[in-house]
Structures are given as structure tokens and as C-alpha cells.
């Protein structure tokens, strides 16, 4: 397999993660608008509203043919129809895809092997360019300079995490939930602000303000979680009052189970759309 010479990206589809890629690299100045070539079901719909608004092109699936790399960024619904589309156009373009629980072996079967396959787990911090990529590259079949070009614009959207293909489900509970994780945990700490007499806008940048900063503590000072908690937590103080609470009542316990819940449902799915999504 030769390597492309145009830099060029074909988007197939115009959603919430086509935005958020497209935003992305052309706000860190990693590709131009005509470089992003946009695609969608509706042809009028979507990908003409992003044109208007990063002007990109929006094209054929034809267009596909010329480009250096295609992006699967739709539902897992319809991948299927999606790269039945692209697929007479494929000629050893690599394929990356957002698709959430479709795996790499559908996703080769679907393209009849004509690209080598790159899967990827994006958070939803992606789409302020601050989440979490995990991606699962190929053995075969991709050139170093297409996978380290791969990593370098998914940079563009945060921290990207390379694993293999087997821990997708485990990466979906940590870092693709773990937003809803986290959200639900700063809840319950802001409705228990109120009930201890904070007004709502005292007590919300509070919260994010302490996320934020142990967060980068936590990076800056190479601290592990556990480390970064015994500092914290004096004893016979008030941080270690609290703990006392989360330790009584199983804190570990719990998240272990909703991680695991979390994980084990991802996997259902992935098996449920590879039974069920085939063309």
C-alpha cells in the first residue's frame, strides 16, 4: 500500500463529533477549511450548515476517492449505510471511526478490506477540545506516517490514549462515562452545598473550580489519586471526617460496580449491533 499525497479529509456525516473533529483542527490550525470535505444523509441539511459556518466543503461521496483519510463520525445505526456509500471510493485510505461499540472487524468486513481500519473512543469534553481520545490502531496495514498523522489531528480535540482494541469497553466506562460519573458526584456535593446554606452560584464554581485544580495537581505534581487524597487528609480533620463517611458506606465498592456495569453494558451493545447491523 502507497501513502496518499493530499491532505485532504473526508467527514462522513455532520453531527455532534463531526463538529467537534472539524472544530477542532481548524481551530488549532491543524488542517484549512478546504482541506475538510463534508458529507451527510441530508445532503441540504447538515453538512451545508457546517459549510456555512467553518466553511468546509460539503461534497459527494465521490469525493471520498481523492482524500488521504475518511472519518466515520455517525451513529452506529447507521454505519452500515454510511459505508456502503464510501466503500466503491476506498483505495487504501485509512478509516477512522467515532462509531461508539462498532468494532474494527465489522467495520474491515463493511469496507471489503479496501482501508486499513482505525478505531477510536472519544469523550464528550472533545467537544470543547478538552476530552479524552482512546484509539485502537491496526497491526497492518497502516503507514507510520498516516498513523502518526491520525494521532496528531485527534490531538487536536485533547489527550489521546493509545490501547488495544480489547479494552474499548473498559475505556468506554472510564473515560466515555465517566463524565456522567463525575457530573452525578458533583450533584449530589452541590445539592448538599444548598442544604448547608450555599447559594447555587456560590457553590457550582466552587465544585468546578476544585475539579479543575485537583486535576491539574494531580498532572503537574505526578501524584496518583491515592497520594494526592493523603496529602489532603489530615488526621482528625475535616477531609477526614468525610472519607470516614465514604468508607462506611462502600464508596470503592460502588464505583467498582457502576464501572463494571458500564463496561459490561458496552460490550451487549457492541455484540447486539454486530448481530443486527450487517448490510
Known amino acids: 500500500m502507497t501513502g496518499l499525497a493530499t491532505g485532504d479529509v473526508f467527514v462522513l456525516g455532520a453531527g455532534a463529533m463531526a463538529e467537534a473533529f472539524i472544530r477542532g483542527v481548524l481551530?488549532?490550525?491543524?488542517?484549512?477549511?478546504?482541506?475538510?470535505?463534508?458529507?451527510?444523509?441530508?445532503?441540504q441539511g447538515r453538512a451545508v450548515a457546517l459549510q456555512g459556518q467553518y466553511g468546509v466543503r460539503a461534497g459527494s461521496y465521490a469525493q471520498a476517492a481523492q482524500a488521504r483519510l475518511v472519518l466515520l463520525a455517525v451513529k452506529?445505526?447507521?454505519?452500515?449505510?454510511?459505508?456502503?456509500?464510501?466503500?466503491?471510493?476506498?483505495?487504501?485510505?485509512?478509516?477512522?471511526?467515532?462509531?461508539?461499540?462498532?468494532?474494527?472487524?465489522?467495520?474491515?468486513e463493511?469496507?471489503?478490506?479496501?482501508s486499513p481500519v482505525v478505531r477510536t473512543m472519544p469523550n464528550l469534553p472533545v467537544a470543547v477540545l478538552a476530552g479524552v481520545t482512546a484509539v485502537a490502531f491496526p497491526e497492518h496495514g497502516l503507514l507510520p506516517a498516516d498513523r502518526a498523522w491520525i494521532r496528531f489531528l485527534l490531538e487536536q480535540l485533547g489527550t489521546v490514549v493509545e490501547v488495544p482494541e480489547s479494552l474499548m469497553d473498559a475505556v468506554t466506562a472510564v473515560s466515555g462515562s465517566g463524565p456522567g460519573f463525575v457530573c452525578a458526584f458533583l450533584e449530589a456535593m452541590e445539592q448538599t452545598a444548598q442544604r448547608l446554606g450555599m447559594d447555587p452560584q456560590l457553590a457550582r464554581p466552587l465544585l468546578l473550580q476544585t475539579l479543575a485544580g485537583t486535576a491539574q495537581?494531580?498532572?503537574?505534581?505526578?501524584?496518583?489519586?491515592?497520594?494526592?487524597?493523603?496529602?489532603?487528609?489530615?488526621?482528625?480533620?475535616?477531609?477526614?471526617?468525610?472519607?470516614?463517611?465514604?468508607?462506611?458506606?462502600?464508596?470503592?465498592?460502588?464505583?467498582?460496580?457502576?464501572?463494571?456495569?458500564?463496561?459490561?453494558?458496552?460490550?451487549?451493545?457492541?455484540?447486539?449491533?454486530?448481530?443486527?447491523?450487517?448490510?
Open 217 to 279: 495537581a494531580l498532572r503537574e505534581w505526578e501524584l496518583s489519586p491515592a497520594e494526592l487524597r493523603q496529602r489532603v487528609a489530615s488526621p482528625g480533620g475535616t477531609t477526614q471526617a468525610g472519607l470516614a463517611v465514604f468508607e462506611r458506606g462502600g464508596l470503592a465498592a460502588l464505583v467498582s460496580e457502576a464501572l463494571t456495569a458500564a463496561a459490561n453494558r458496552s460490550a451487549e451493545l457492541g455484540q447486539a449491533f454486530v448481530s443486527t447491523g450487517r448490510r
Open 27 to 43: 481551530q488549532r490550525g491543524a488542517l484549512q477549511p478546504a482541506q475538510l470535505c463534508v458529507v451527510s444523509r441530508n445532503p
Open 110 to 114: 463493511q469496507v471489503q478490506g479496501k
Open 76 to 108: 452506529p445505526g447507521d454505519a452500515a449505510d454510511a459505508l456502503a456509500q464510501v466503500e466503491p471510493y476506498l483505495h487504501g485510505q485509512p478509516l477512522v471511526s467515532f462509531a461508539a461499540g462498532v468494532t474494527m472487524r465489522w467495520l474491515e
